[in-house]
């Protein structure tokens, strides 16, 4: 099972941990994080922390500050974290409304633009994703980010 999660969730990290060594250990968990709030990512490849410098990404809710307790679950929970573009975040936020009629905030789409970037590599995969969050003013959005 390939299990996406954004990063910056402690809570819900821990729960997917303990719910993934639970059901399924050999699980292959990959977190996934915005390219321009990248500081687990470049953490988690470096094996220190490093700062996250005034990130600019629409998810807003992964424009935070690394922890010492969040990297050493990272640390020890994670196998890869991946980096997926503005673009693929709402592109993942379109998927939901337009086809599950789903109002996600991008922070909460972050997992699913994980997967719809990987998803030739995917292929024949039992695949969790963790979709969270509605606080989203739609009118505000579609203003800044419509094409």
């Known amino acids: 099972m390939f299990n996406p999660h954004p ?20 699980a292959t968990v990959i977190a996934v994080e915005p390219e321009k709030a990248d500081d ?9 922390i490093f700062p996250s410098v005034y990130p600019k990404t629409i998810a807003d809710g992964l424009r935070t500050q690394l922890s010492e307790l969040t990297f050493k679950v990272i ?9 997926v573009s503005e673009k693929e975040i709402i ?10 009629k789903m109002v996600v905030e991008p922070s909460g789409a972050v997992s699913l633009a994980g997967v719809l970037k990987m998803k030739d590599e995917l292929t ?6 963790i979709l969270s ?15």
């Open 133 to 147: 969050g509605g606080n989203i003013d739609l009118t505000d959005f579609f203003e800044k980010y419509a094409p």
């Open 7 to 26: 990063v910056s969730f402690l809570d819900g990290q821990l729960d997917v941990q303990f719910t993934m060594n639970g059901l399924c250990p050999e």
């Open 91 to 100: 592109d993942a936020m379109r998927f939901l409304w337009e086809r599950m």
């Open 75 to 83: 640390q020890k929970n994670v196998d890869d974290i991946i980096l």
């Open 124 to 129: 024949d995969l039992r695949i969790g994703i």
């Open 40 to 48: 687990a990512y470049r953490s988690f490849k470096a094996g220190k």
